[in-house]
């Protein structure tokens, strides 16, 4: 159990492009889902929380208006990473928990932008 | 705001020997701790975590890690690795109705 999926695994786009990233909890309902991102040989950075039904909660630093998230349902949240550029290039990861304390992560989405 | 220290960026050990990967964490409240795995180009697998009671907690894969509330520290060992465990390990920490904050990972390499 508590399973979560990410959709593509790989995308490599252009420069100005939009690439959306799905993020599933497979066979549990998610209520809030976070998503990360990993540069090379870095940690894990808390981009922001997805809650379903409202906006986003993001960290410091992040840009709302470039990384879109949509919670649309207990068991899909999207970040759509728009008008992509080559510094956007990084492994992004979400989560998704039952409980406050535990969160299982999806297998990550590779995203290079040429 | 707390934060995660993990000393050792790169760990490197022979196989079959044991190994300690350091783990201490900032915080002046109660926390959850955590041990992530990730294998190269793959999501984390969570190795084990302590919530609350017996401070040796053991997970997956043959690892246990004990929670020290004065050292604030939360080691990982195992007495024997494998080949298999080479790997990035993450520790992470999160307070009640907080995010997970994540360590800057170790490197653990097994050599033959």
């Known amino acids: 159990g508590a399973v979560v999926s990410q959709h593509p695994s790989w995308v490599i786009c252009k420069s100005g492009t939009s690439v959306k990233i799905e993020c599933r909890s497979l066979?549990?309902?998610?209520?809030?889902m976070f998503w990360y991102r990993q540069f090379p040989k870095q940690s894990l950075m808390l981009m922001a929380t997805s809650n379903e039904g409202s906006k986003a909660t993001y960290e410091q630093g992040v840009e709302k208006d470039k990384f879109l998230i949509n919670h649309a349902s207990l068991t899909l949240s999207t970040l759509t990473v728009t008008s992509a550029h080559p510094e956007d290039s990084s492994f992004y990861i979400c989560?998704?928990?039952?409980?406050?304390?535990?969160?299982?992560f999806g297998p990550g989405t590779r995203l290079l932008v040429l | 705001a707390q934060s995660v220290t993990q000393l050792d960026s790169q760990v490197p050990v022979f196989e079959e020997a044991p190994v300690e990967l350091r783990c201490n964490y900032s915080s002046s409240v109660s926390v959850y701790l955590f041990w992530y795995v990730q294998y190269p180009n793959q999501g984390l697998q969570l190795l084990l975590k302590?919530?609350?009671?017996?401070?040796l907690v053991k997970g997956i894969n043959g690892f246990e890690a004990e929670f020290n509330k004065s050292q604030t520290s939360f080691h990982l060992r195992k007495p024997s690795v494998h080949i298999s465990d080479t790997a990035e390990y993450f520790c992470a920490v999160r307070n009640q109705g907080q995010n997970f904050v994540f360590g800057p990972g170790t490197r653990l390499s097994v050599l033959p």
């Open positions: 989560s998704a928990g039952t409980t406050k304390e535990t969160q299982y």
């Open positions: 066979d549990f309902q998610a209520t809030t």
């Open positions: 302590y919530l609350s009671g017996s401070t």
